[in-house]
Nanobody, 118 residues
Framework: QAQLVESGGGLVHPGGSLRLSCVASESVFNFLKMGWYRQAPGKERELVATITNALHEAYTTYADSVKARFTISRDTAKNTMYLQMNNLKPEDTAIYYC?????????WGQGTQVTVSS
C-alpha cells in the first residue's frame, strides 16, 4: 500500500528554521497535487502549503499564517516533498503531515512533531 513518511521535526527556538521531508513509497505521488498539513493541540488539522503535480510547472500556495516564511518543494527523482520553514513562531508548534490535496484517507502517516519554544 502506498505510504507517505514524514521526518525532520524537532525543537527549535523562535526565529529558527527546520526542513521537513515527506518520502513517498511510490512514484505515483509525483503525479498528484500534494500538501503539507498541521494539527496543533486542541485544534483542527489545517492545510498550510500545496504544490502542483510534477507534470506541470510548480505552482505553490500557502496559508496566510505561513506565507513568506515557509517554502514547499518536491524532488521527483527522490519521490520526496519538502517544507522549508524559516522564522518559526511558537504558534507553528504542531504535528506536521503530508498528504495529497485533497487528502487521501489512507495516506495519513504518523506526522512529525515541530515544537517552537524558547
Amino acid at each position: 500500500q502506498a505510504q507517505l513518511v514524514e521526518s525532520g521535526g524537532g525543537l527549535v527556538h523562535p526565529g529558527g528554521s527546520l526542513r521537513l521531508s515527506c518520502v513517498a513509497s511510490e512514484s505515483v505521488f509525483n503525479f498528484l497535487k500534494m500538501g503539507w498539513y498541521r494539527q496543533a493541540p486542541g485544534k483542527e488539522r489545517e492545510l498550510v502549503a500545496t504544490i502542483t503535480n510534477a507534470l506541470h510547472e510548480a505552482y505553490t500556495t500557502y496559508a496566510d499564517s505561513v506565507k513568506a516564511r515557509f517554502t514547499i518543494s518536491r524532488d521527483t527523482a527522490k519521490n520526496t516533498m519538502y517544507l522549508q520553514m524559516n522564522n518559526l513562531k511558537p504558534e507553528d508548534t504542531a504535528i506536521y503531515y503530508c498528504n495529497t490535496d485533497p487528502p487521501g484517507r489512507d495516506f495519513w502517516g504518523q506526522g512529525t512533531q515541530v515544537t517552537v519554544s524558547s
